[in-house]
């Protein structure tokens, strides 16, 4: 569990973040599994695991560069979207964005 303010860590049954103070007995206390369990989201957790660790880093300021990458219809659009629904929880800011999918539209 994380706290939502700093992305810090935080011991189950923890009251306040050690490192923010966040009170965490808040209704917007939310948990990784209970945003993932409530998606309906199957398979991928060590790769969405691997997403949320960055997260954490950068809610604290310390950011990372992770890459996506795999062939088409793998799901990284699908593992995305439940990244930004646990940013979203943190009271993360989330912006999304996409390519134009035209014809003569670049391959790369």
Not at 92 to 106: K, L, Q, R, S, T
Request: net charge negative; aromatic share 6%; with cysteine.
């Amino acid at each position: 569990m994380f706290c939502p303010k700093c992305g810090h860590e935080k011991p189950q049954g923890a009251r306040s973040c050690d490192f923010c103070d966040q009170d965490l007995n808040t209704p917007s206390d939310s948990t990784i599994t209970d945003v993932v369990r409530s998606s309906g989201f199957v398979g991928r957790q060590r790769e969405l695991g691997e997403l949320t660790s960055a997260l954490g880093d950068a809610i604290s300021g310390h950011g990372r560069l992770v890459l996506l990458g795999g062939d088409p219809g793998i799901g990284k659009t699908c593992i995305v979207q439940e990244l930004a629904a646990i940013a979203d929880a943190r009271s993360a800011d989330v912006f999304w964005e996409h390519c134009y999918e035209g014809e003569g539209a670049p391959p790369y």
